[in-house]
T-cell receptor
Framework: GESVGLHLPTLSVQEGDNSIINCAYS??????FIWYKQESGKGPQFIID?????DKRQGQRVTVLLNKTVKHLSLQIAATQPGDSAVYFC?????????FGTGTSLTVIP | EAQVTQNPRYLITVTGKKLTVTCSQN?????MSWYRQDPGLGLRQIYY???????DKGDVPEGYKVSRKEKRNFPLILESPSPNQTSLYFC????????????FGPGTRLTVT
C-alpha cells in the first residue's frame, strides 16, 4: 500500500515564530497533496493543497512546498499563533483514493 | 450552514451486533468517503463513493459495508462488529473528482466490547 507522512510526531514553537511541518510520501504517481489541521475533538479541516505539477503554493499565512525529487512535502506556517495548536496531517491523492500520514502535533508556546 | 453530520457521535456495542453509522451532507457533493482514525496510524480510508450507486473500496474495507442510494447520505454498516473495529470514524465529502477539499464530519467514536 501507500506510505505517507514520516512526520515528526510532535513540534513545539514559540508564538510568533514560523513553523515547518514535514511529510514524506512514497508514491511518485500521486496527483495531489493536501494538508489538514485537526483540533482536539474535531474532524480534520482542509488547509491547503498542491498539484503534483507545482512546487509551491501559498495561502493565508501558510505555504506548501513540494519536492518531487525526494518525495517531500512541507507546510510552513508564518507567525504561528496559539490557535494553530493542533495535529497536522498531510495526505496524498492517487486516483480517487486518499492516503493520510500519521500526523504532527504542533504546540504553540505563548 | 454547510456541513457533514454523523450519527451517533458515540456508540458502545457488543461483538456481532449489527450497527449503522449515518452520514449526511447538505452541500450537494458528489464524492463521499469514510475513514477510521487510530492512534499512531493516522486516517485510513475505508470506502468512498464517486456518486449515487457508485462505491469503491479504500485501504481498509474489510468488515464494513456502505451504500449510496441518495446523493446526500452515505451510511457505514458494520454487519458483525469486532473489537478491532473500535475506532474513531469520520465521514467526509467533496464536490467531486478533481476537487480535493474534503469536508469532514465531527466523528463517531465506536467501542466494540
Amino acid at each position: 500500500g501507500e506510505s505517507v507522512g514520516l512526520h515528526l510526531p510532535t513540534l513545539s514553537v514559540q508564538e510568533g515564530d514560523n513553523s515547518i511541518i514535514n511529510c514524506a510520501y512514497s508514491n511518485s504517481a500521486s496527483d495531489y497533496f493536501i494538508w489538514y489541521k485537526q483540533e482536539s475533538g474535531k474532524g480534520p479541516q482542509f488547509i491547503i493543497d498542491i498539484r503534483s505539477n507545482m512546487d509551491k503554493r501559498q495561502g493565508q499565512r501558510v505555504t506548501v512546498l513540494l519536492n518531487k525529487t525526494v518525495k517531500h512535502l512541507s507546510l510552513q506556517i508564518a507567525a504561528t499563533q496559539p490557535g494553530d495548536s493542533a495535529v497536522y496531517f498531510c495526505a496524498e491523492n492517487t486516483g480517487n483514493q486518499f492516503y493520510f500520514g500519521t500526523g504532527t502535533s504542533l504546540t504553540v508556546i505563548p | 450552514e454547510a456541513q457533514v453530520t454523523q450519527n451517533p457521535r458515540y456508540l458502545i456495542t457488543v461483538t456481532g451486533k449489527k450497527l449503522t453509522v449515518t452520514c449526511s451532507q447538505n452541500m450537494n457533493h458528489e464524492y463521499m468517503s469514510w475513514y477510521r482514525q487510530d492512534p499512531g496510524l493516522g486516517l485510513r480510508q475505508i470506502y468512498y463513493s464517486m456518486n449515487v450507486e457508485v462505491t469503491d473500496k479504500g485501504d481498509v474495507p474489510e468488515g464494513y459495508k456502505v451504500s449510496r442510494k441518495e446523493k446526500r447520505n452515505f451510511p457505514l454498516i458494520l454487519e458483525s462488529p469486532s473489537p478491532n473495529q473500535t475506532s474513531l470514524y469520520f465521514c467526509a465529502s467533496s464536490l467531486g473528482s478533481g476537487d480535493y477539499e474534503q469536508y469532514f464530519g465531527p466523528g463517531t467514536r465506536l467501542t466494540v466490547t
